[in-house]
């Protein structure tokens, strides 16, 4: 079965501060990518970053990077300097159609 | 901009009414999909189309139906609603078929069955 693990329903974070959120998956595609979704409020669901599947180099989009190990099958997100704007529901996934369940991510004055 | 833009943001219907959620996309894509979020349960993919009258069911097809006449509209259909259908449905769409576009979503609508 082709699933993802979000393993941590909820986090916070302090303004300025750094969080990883964490991420494994399972698949049996040789070729995807993996990428995080950002849903505030609002209800859009933002692209925040991806990661093809054959490139060793880890994604960086600004404050936001990911720890992309293959072999673990383990692709966390991490938000440094964090800020009030990005309190939201992060969806991990994988292409083409899988996500996982969501964390909640709080960010504190 | 990317654009998919859902019919309705809000919508109360009653037991049993057929339901149309409709979806559109101005990006030339030629997937579409359409996912039920609920809490705790993440997104769920009720069924995607990648061409013009063509669909692929997702995780959870039964209650539901879609139709696909045109490229730049996907729309889901409730034959017969029922109140474990009240949920947020999001549409999204992509660039052709293939594991390295991203999705694009619509806003949500918050279905309530009563």
């Known amino acids: 079965a082709q699933t993802v693990t979000q393993s941590q329903p909820e986090m916070s974070v302090q303004e300025a501060e750094t969080v990883t959120l964490s991420c494994t998956y399972d698949t049996s595609e040789s070729d995807y990518y993996l990428f995080w979704y950002k849903q505030p409020p609002s209800r859009q669901m933002i692209l925040v970053i991806r990661?093809?599947?054959?490139?060793?180099q880890n994604a960086t989009e600004n404050r936001f990077s990911v720890n992309f190990q293959k072999a673990a099958k383990s692709f966390s997100l991490k938000i440094s300097d964090s800020q009030l704007g990005d309190a939201a529901m992060y969806f991990c996934g994988y292409t083409p159609l899988v996500f996982g369940k969501g964390t909640r991510l709080s960010v504190i004055a | 901009d990317v654009k998919v833009t859902q019919s309705s943001r809000y919508l109360v219907k009653r037991t049993g009414e057929k339901v149309f959620l409709e979806c559109v996309q101005d990006m030339d894509h030629e997937n579409m999909f359409w996912y039920r979020q609920d809490p705790g349960l993440g997104l769920r993919l009720i069924y995607f189309?990648?061409?013009?009258?063509?669909?692929e069911k997702g995780d959870i097809p039964e209650g539901y139906s879609v139709s696909r006449e045109k490229k730049e509209r996907f729309s889901l259909i409730l034959e017969s609603a029922s109140t474990n259908q009240t949920s947020m449905y999001l549409c999204?769409?992509?660039?052709?078929?293939?594991?390295?576009?991203?999705?694009?979503f619509g806003d949500g609508t918050r279905l309530s069955i009563l």
């Open positions: 189309s990648y061409d013009v009258k063509m669909k």
């Open positions: 999204a769409s992509s660039l052709r078929v293939g594991n390295n576009q991203p999705q694009h």
């Open positions: 990661q093809e599947a054959y490139k060793q």
